[in-house]
C-alpha cells in the first residue's frame, strides 16, 4: 500500500501571495489530519476532515483553511501569507474517526515565505 | 488532553537499550499514552500505544505505570537509525475525532556507535 502523498514537497512563495497544499491519504482511510511544524512552536494541529466534513479545528487565522473531496483527498490553502507561515506542513490519515486510531504522516510539504 | 512531560534529550549507545521516560499525571480513565518519533526531515512515525498494560510489537515496549502517572518506552537494542525525535502524547477519548494530538516538545534521542 502507498503512504500518505503530500505534493509539493518544497515550495517557495512571497508574502500576500496565497497557496495550496495537497495530500493523498492512504487508500481506503477516511480520516485526513494536518499539522504545521515549526522550530519555535513545535507541531500544531491545524484541522481534521473525515467524509467531507471539518471535524475539528485548531487555534489558527481564517486564512489557514481545508477541504476534503470524495475520494477523502484534501487540500489546504493558505491565503495572504505572513513570513510566520514558513512552516514545515504535515498532513495524516487514517482509517476512521475514533480515539484510539493510529496516525499515518506524509513527509510533508517544506514552506518557505520570503 | 492531559500534559506531558518529556526530558529533552537523551544518548544511547548502539547495540543497547534506550528507555525513554515519559510522565502523564493528569492522565485520566479514557486516555491513552501514544509514542511518535519523526526522523530529520520526514513525518512522524508511529510506534506503540497502550491504556493500562504493557505492550509491545515489533518495534518496541511499552511501560505503563499501575496509576498510568507514567510510562516508558524501550527500544531494545537501539541503532543509529532510531536516532529521532521521540513523542509521547496521550490523547482525550473523543469519538468521531480522530487526530487532533498535542505534540510536545519530544526527546531527542541521539544513538552513538
Known amino acids: 500500500k502507498a503512504g500518505v502523498t503530500q505534493t509539493p514537497r518544497y515550495l517557495i512563495k512571497t508574502r500576500g501571495q496565497q497557496v495550496t497544499l495537497s495530500c493523498s491519504p492512504i487508500?481506503?482511510?477516511?480520516?485526513v489530519s494536518w499539522y504545521q511544524q515549526t522550530p519555535g512552536q513545535g507541531l500544531q494541529f491545524l484541522f481534521e476532515y473525515f467524509s467531507e466534513t471539518q471535524r475539528n479545528k485548531g487555534n489558527f487565522p481564517g486564512r489557514f483553511s481545508g477541504r476534503q473531496f470524495s475520494n477523502s483527498r484534501s487540500e489546504m490553502n493558505v491565503s495572504t501569507l505572513e513570513l510566520g507561515d514558513s512552516a514545515l506542513y504535515l498532513c495524516?490519515?487514517?482509517?476512521?474517526?475514533?480515539?484510539?486510531?493510529?496516525?499515518?504522516f506524509g513527509s510533508g510539504t517544506q514552506l518557505s515565505v520570503l | 488532553d492531559a500534559k506531558t512531560t518529556q526530558p529533552p534529550s537523551m544518548d544511547c549507545a548502539e547495540g543497547r537499550a534506550a528507555n525513554l521516560p515519559c510522565n502523564h499525571s493528569t492522565i485520566s480513565g479514557n486516555e491513552y499514552v501514544y509514542w511518535y518519533r519523526q526522523i530529520h526531515s520526514q513525518g512522524p512515525q508511529y510506534i506503540i500505544h497502550?491504556?493500562?498494560n504493557n505492550e509491545t510489537n515489533e518495534m518496541a515496549s511499552l511501560i505503563i505505570t499501575e496509576d498510568r502517572k507514567s510510562s516508558t518506552l524501550i527500544l531494545p537494542h537501539a541503532t543509529l537509525r532510531d536516532t529521532a525525535v521521540y513523542y509521547c502524547?496521550?490523547?482525550?477519548?473523543?469519538?468521531?475525532?480522530?487526530?487532533?494530538?498535542?505534540f510536545g516538545t519530544g526527546t531527542r534521542l541521539q544513538v552513538t556507535l
Open positions: 502524547i496521550v490523547r482525550m477519548l473523543n469519538t468521531g475525532t480522530a487526530s487532533k494530538l498535542t
Open positions: 487508500s481506503g482511510h477516511r480520516s
Open positions: 497502550g491504556l493500562k
Open positions: 495524516a490519515s487514517s482509517p476512521e474517526a475514533g480515539y484510539n486510531e493510529k496516525l499515518f
